[in-house]
């Protein structure tokens, strides 16, 4: 995928460390739907390309080699890679759009000597935690709001934190994380053949996940029904906090007696989990603010892609998620860290089974008008700063 030099159309370079991580397929799918500007990607490593095909991805030499110490020593001394300046160059390269606030704040010397627009896309911790708060926040990305010529946010609440921080609102955009729906298979749900309830959670172990609230709060109304079924998909990554996390789950399902109406699949691939996701009636995700102030952003994309399966959703009033999960039309809406609430929703939706079919199309509608990738572009953005 993607397109050849020598169009007429202006070239946009998409910058982020990693092309790409699993999780991180949302950055594929904004890019993939541009229809007036050719998209090349640059970045320090790459990984995946047999998920996310494109052509042309542009990597620093290989790790350890001679070409990525200089690199990096120039960096150092100049503030831009000058592989990234020479691939800019050669590509004619009109505007740089980098994936989160980090890369955005590293690269803007290198947007500065190419003296073209530099676009940042916001997605989550970056605009949240600093050891100094929302000071320390300010003042790291002080230069990029100020010579930085866009800021895009997913959603309203990701914008208002933009602004607490130091982004100038004039040059804020919104644009919300898409998907294809055609490529995500829509399933009415009602009761199960076999008479089970499953519900489905899927997430890194994460702090900010809330995965610990979730499963407690399946368990205990499972230990009063015995249809329920939760499949759980994720693992922790070889972070410390990950792997206590990873403990904490496996010690409330062996707490309820539940080992064997719980299954832990590990990682999936996007594709393993929408064929997953038709054998389940409900999504649980209830996310919360990390101890260190990591916040989701806007809100996880995984909620737009079991939206279009069909499933409706439980969880919480953090950030963005209130724009997909709408409360008693797509899903329940849950305080933060409130394991009360999880269960009595968990026991509403076990109840009501017409309102489960009710809520997935709600849910797969909203999706397709206000989260369609192929429909909501960033052609109408880039448009104002390609003029």
Request: net charge positive; aromatic share 10%.
């Amino acid at each position: 995928m993607g397109s050849e030099v020598g169009t007429q159309r202006p070239t946009v370079a998409q910058i982020h460390d990693t092309y790409l991580n699993l999780t991180e397929n949302w950055i594929f799918h904004q890019v993939r739907f541009i229809r007036t500007a050719r998209s090349i990607f640059l970045a320090k490593w790459t990984a995946n390309l047999d998920q996310f095909p494109w052509d042309p991805v542009y990597a620093l030499p290989g790790r350890g080699t001679l070409g990525r110490q200089w690199n990096g020593a120039v960096r150092n001394l100049l503030g831009f890679y000058p592989y990234f300046r020479e691939v800019c160059r050669r590509e004619g390269v009109n505007l740089i759009h980098t994936h989160s606030g980090s890369v955005g704040r590293r690269m803007l010397p290198l947007a500065q000597t190419l003296k073209v627009p530099l676009l940042t896309s916001f997605y989550g911790w970056e605009m949240f935690v600093h050891p100094e708060g929302v000071a320390g926040l300010r003042r790291e990305y002080r230069r990029l709001f100020a010579f930085g010529a866009g800021f895009i946010a997913e959603g309203p609440a990701a914008a208002e934190q933009l602004v607490r921080i130091g982004c100038p609102a004039a040059k804020l955009e919104l644009h919300r994380l898409g998907v294809d729906p055609a490529e995500i298979p829509f399933t009415e749900r009602g009761p199960g053949q076999d008479g089970s309830f499953r519900v489905l959670m899927a997430a890194r172990f994460d702090e900010k996940k809330g995965l610990p609230y979730g499963v407690e709060a399946v368990c205990r109304v499972a230990r009063e029904n015995g249809r329920i079924r939760l499949t759980v998909v994720g693992d922790a990554s070889s972070q410390p906090k990950e792997q206590k996390i990873r403990e904490k789950l496996h010690e409330l399902v062996e707490r309820f007696g539940m080992s064997e109406r719980v299954q832990f699949t590990g990682f999936l691939s996007n594709p393993e989990l929408h064929a997953l996701a038709p054998a389940h009636h409900l999504f649980l995700h209830p996310s919360v603010r990390a101890e260190n102030g990591d916040s989701e952003g806007g809100h996880p994309v995984v909620l737009t892609e079991m939206a279009a399966t069909g499933l409706p959703i439980i969880a919480t009033r953090h950030c963005d998620i209130p724009e997909i999960v709408i409360d008693g039309e797509t899903g329940w809406l849950c305080r933060e860290r409130s394991v009360d609430e999880l269960v009595a929703a968990l026991r509403n939706a076990v109840a009501s089974p017409s309102t489960l079919a009710e809520y997935g199309r709600r849910a797969r509608r909203l999706v397709e008008t206000k989260y369609n990738a192929r429909v909501n572009t960033l052609d109408r953005i880039y448009q104002r700063f390609l003029q």
